[in-house]
């Protein structure tokens, strides 16, 4: 999101159906009462006003959760291009401990990616998918290579942004966005850690077979 946010030619929207999921899956994340103030909770009423928007940019970038999509018509996906995000879950399930504390399956947002994925595939729509540690490793050619997919032209200002809060975050950034405040850019990764938390040991098998499939829809520098 903070990449696309340097591109002049686009408006970004950080994760517009969070309190619609909260409401619906009464899921108990941190911040749960300021996020459902802060948005509308009807994620129908949010999706068809933010399609019908006028904006002041050709293009609009969307934050979306997959596991946020749920209890929605989702007709709506026939008027976007869409990119997944995917991490190693080796990586990813820590970060996510971190902050939720007790983690299932469904915080991975790894199952709704999948099954997004797969409906999107039944309505014609080529998949693109970006891994974050291609995308740390070889930023600018991995970027080049997803806008050459999308149909836009490659801005190299994508590689950098200032450090601290942006007036796009959600209510919810206290909580999750640390790490990115602390960034101007895309950083290589730590190494993953050989033994992961025991609250999470138990999700990387899981997890692991569902990023193997989705993985394979990954851009490179070399595509």
Not at 105 to 128: F, H, K, N, S
Request: aromatic content about 8%.
């Amino acid at each position: 999101m903070y990449s696309f946010a340097q591109r002049p030619d686009t408006t970004v929207v950080d994760e517009p159906l969070y309190a619609h999921y909260l409401r619906v899956s009464g899921a108990d994340h941190p911040g749960r009462d300021q996020v459902l103030a802060s948005q509308d909770t009807d994620g129908g009423n949010v999706m068809a006003r933010l399609l019908e928007s006028s904006w002041s940019t050709p293009l609009v970038f969307h934050k979306q959760m997959a596991h946020h999509l749920v209890d929605l018509d989702l007709g709506f996906l026939d008027d976007m291009d869409h990119v997944f995000l995917i991490r190693p879950p080796r990586e990813m399930l820590p970060s996510l401990a971190r902050v939720l504390g007790n983690v299932n399956l469904r915080d991975t947002g790894l199952p709704a990616q999948l099954d997004l994925l797969e409906a999107l595939e039944q309505r014609g729509r080529e998949p693109v998918c970006l891994d974050g540690s291609a995308l740390r490793r070889a930023p600018g050619p991995v970027l080049k290579s997803l806008c050459d997919r999308l149909g836009i032209g490659y801005v190299a200002a994508m590689l950098r942004w200032p450090a601290g809060p942006r007036p796009e975050d959600g209510v919810w950034a206290r909580w999750w966005y640390a790490s990115v405040h602390e960034s101007t850019g895309f950083r290589p990764g730590a190494a993953a850690p050989a033994d992961l938390p025991e609250a999470v040991a138990h999700l990387l098998d899981p997890c692991l077979a569902i990023y193997g499939k989705l993985s394979t829809y990954a851009v490179s520098h070399e595509d």
